[in-house]
């Protein structure tokens, strides 16, 4: 028996899931799981698809996303394909060779009023070939997680339309930030269980960490560390003051003779911070925000410069977003030119703009804003500085944005310049680009 208790865990959703998909009448097993649970469901799908598992059954997990009910049935019979002939010229354990699996999607098994009919029934089929006995079970698990819960309902329906081979299961998947089974489990209760893990990931890592030689401080520190997040994340303030001290402890005994420990203090009393603002007492995390403000500050002296400015910066970022939360922009925007030099002198010119945004955003709220511009217009032409992959996948567009669509920039940065510098990055029709980026 395995002494590793995440390996622990999976061992027990396998056996319920086992259990789920075998009670009489089931044709679908929905997975509910937690949003903390999500790597543990990942190494469940990992698990149950690993050739050396125990797992006895014929399991296949479908990765193709779905995209609308027609293309996604074809989807997966085309991942399907390319499976069984991943599978005919790959390297397999004796035990696992079974030979060639002779078999092809008909896809002309269609029906005009049911989209998820040559699905339905081309996994019928593959499964009778498989197993024409029908003497084993054979679970099809869809990783769809992008569906509508409008769409998923609608899935729902078209797949329970058609009858299930007896040793047939699906197997779909859903966290509770967005349970969009919800209205089909309801419709097709009967048909459908619902398995929830409700795995103690918090004791989990607890657990694991506690494995670590903890005789050596970075690992008892880490232990201690998980347990202060989880003690903000239970609300539990005793034991938060507690783990807090214990951390801080550690920390300034190892500072003794590492000053990089200092880098500690500031991931405490981030965790502290974050977990004031979740509570909305903004005050109390200003509190902590500074103290992490002071020990990133005092590591200039002592650590390297490009982390401890990197580091002094991130801390500035962050409690000048507490004060905009209390509506002192002059404050907020003191910090955020504090972050622009610190950004500036670890020459990571990307984050440097995005401080030279906010400078700019903060200063327009107590200022005019033509002394916000200047902040705006060094950020734009730190694009020389950045590199164009970055540019189009960070927060950079949103600056670029205040630049385009704001006439006074005209004097500073012409129509020809930002041609020059944006069509290369986004294309010609640039403006509408920037104007849908971040939009939903």
């Not at 930002?418 to 029709?429: R, T």
Request: proline letters at 3%.
């Amino acid at each position: 028996m395995t002494t590793n208790p995440v390996q622990q865990s999976i061992d027990k959703l396998v056996n319920n899931w086992q259990r789920a998909y075998s009670k009489k009448g089931i044709k679908v097993v929905c997975i509910s799981y937690k949003e903390k649970e999500t790597s543990m469901i990942d190494a469940f799908m990992d698990y149950i698809l690993a050739l050396d598992s125990e797992i006895e059954n014929f399991v296949w997990v479908f990765e193709s996303e779905f995209l609308g009910h027609n293309s996604y049935a074809n989807a997966i019979l085309k991942e399907m394909e390319e499976l069984i002939a991943t599978w005919n010229t790959m390297d397999k354990p004796a035990q696992y060779d079974t030979g060639t699996i002779d078999w092809i999607p008909n896809y002309s098994l269609v029906n005009d009023k049911n989209p998820m009919s040559v699905l339905v029934k081309n996994l019928n089929d593959f499964a009778k070939y498989l197993f024409p006995e029908k003497n084993s079970a054979v679970c099809y698990v869809f990783k769809a997680y992008s569906m509508s819960k409008k769409e998923a309902l609608k899935w729902m329906d078209y797949a329970l339309e058609f009858d299930f081979e007896k040793h047939v299961t699906w197997t779909v998947a859903q966290s509770d930030t967005y349970p969009f089974f919800e209205k089909a489990i309801d419709l097709h209760a009967s048909k459908i269980a619902v398995l929830e893990p409700k795995m103690d990931v918090n004791g989990l890592v607890e657990q694991l960490a506690a494995q670590a030689d903890t005789t050596k401080p970075e690992n008892k520190y880490r232990l201690e560390l998980i347990k202060l997040m989880h003690a903000v994340e239970d609300r539990n303030d005793k034991k938060v003051s507690l783990q807090t001290k214990l951390c801080l402890d550690i920390i300034l005994e190892e500072l003794k003779n590492d000053p990089n420990w200092i880098s500690q203090v500031v991931t405490v009393y981030v965790i502290l911070y974050n977990d004031q603002i979740g509570n909305k007492n903004y005050k109390e995390a200003l509190y902590f925000a500074t103290k992490a403000v002071e020990a990133a500050e005092a590591a200039k002296k002592t650590i390297e410069p490009s982390m401890s400015y990197r580091l002094a910066a991130q801390t500035h970022i962050g409690r000048g977003s507490i004060y905009v939360l209390l509506d002192n922009w002059q404050k907020a925007h003191e910090d955020y030119a504090q972050a622009k030099l610190d950004y500036q002198n670890c020459n990571d010119f990307l984050m440097m703009a995005e401080a030279c945004r906010l400078c700019g955003w903060s200063r327009n709220k107590f200022d005019k804003f033509e002394n916000a511009l200047p902040f705006y217009e060094e950020g734009f032409y730190l694009h020389e500085k950045i590199d164009a992959s970055l540019i189009t996948s960070s927060s950079y567009p949103l600056l670029l944005k205040e630049v385009i669509y704001n006439d006074r920039f005209v004097k500073l940065i012409t129509k020809e310049k930002l041609d020059k510098v944006l069509i290369p990055l986004f294309g010609k029709d640039y403006s509408f680009t920037l104007d849908n980026y971040g939009k939903r």
